[in-house]
């Protein structure tokens, strides 16, 4: 069998998808040879190569938002409404405009999810794996092949305005989705033959007017990083995307439909996949 390499996109909350693909996978003895992310793809392609078993991933996040940790982190979110939410993150945009401030603080930010990533460098991973961020000062993309997990995923999903910039190396990294959403090219250079890329990207075409200046914002972001993704995702070999529609991107609560979402995206492709390493 060929060697396979996951390229995992951003999309926030979306990205849950990314389990549910994990798990045909490991049902089917499919293995993973290679990972790269972006975001949120990096946090749970990390995880992953770490340790290969999706159902203990799922357990570790479905229990960890619905924990005391986690909903007090989003104290001032976690009873809102989706829409309640983008207002509040709108204001924080538009009111706190400093580069290394942001709606969350640097504390909140690596709390995030830092219950569940280790403190382990990506070189003892059990599978090779890159996280993708962007310099804000040099609008290079970073790699993260090595070095600490924890810095590489924060590095990655630190999205701009809303999250703190990481200051690394006399750099400021922000979130990958600014550069390189669906890291296929880095996947390829992990040493994979063969790579799925999957895009939890919003659907680009909409009726849907701007009616806010978060509206307008995400709007931008979103074509963006669909013409910078296009051409990655179409030299995959298999590209998967799955139908997560109005799905917020913001509301974690939305996990296991997300998570469902991605499984039967996934057994869409499963031929396809199949055949192509074979």
Request: hydrophobic residues 40%; charged residues 25%.
């Amino acid at each position: 069998m060929k060697k396979l390499g996951l390229a995992l996109g951003g999309g926030g909350a979306k990205g849950m998808a990314h389990l549910g693909i994990l798990r045909v996978l490991e049902k089917e003895k499919i293995p993973v040879s290679a990972i790269a992310g972006t975001s949120i793809g990096a946090l749970i392609g990390g995880l992953y190569a770490l340790e290969q078993d999706v159902e203990y991933w799922i357990d570790k996040f479905l229990d960890y938002f619905l924990s005391i940790g986690f909903k007090q982190l989003y104290e001032k979110l976690s009873e809102k409404s989706p829409g309640e939410l983008e207002k509040i993150i709108e204001e924080s945009i538009v009111n706190i405009p400093p580069l290394i401030k942001s709606f969350f603080t640097r504390k909140r930010s690596e709390g995030l999810f830092g219950d569940l990533v280790p403190k382990i460098n990506i070189e003892d991973l059990k599978i090779p794996f890159a996280a993708i961020s962007c310099d804000i000062l040099s609008g290079k993309e970073i790699i993260f092949t090595k070095g600490s997990l924890r810095t590489a995923i924060h590095g990655s999903f630190t999205v701009p305005g809303i999250w703190q910039a990481l200051e690394y190396d006399e750099m400021y990294l922000m979130d990958g989705g600014t550069i390189d959403n669906v890291p296929v090219n880095v996947a390829r250079k992990l040493g994979a033959k063969k790579i799925i890329a999957v895009d939890v990207r919003p659907d680009l075409q909409t009726t849907k007017t701007p009616k806010t200046r978060f509206d307008m914002f995400k709007r931008v972001l979103d074509i963006q990083q669909y013409y910078l993704a296009q051409n990655q995702i179409d030299s995959a070999d298999v590209s998967i995307r799955p139908e997560l529609g109005p799905i917020p991107w913001a509301d974690f609560r939305t996990a296991k439909a997300c998570i469902a979402l991605g499984e039967k995206a996934a057994r869409i492709h499963l031929k396809e996949i199949i055949k192509m390493l074979k």
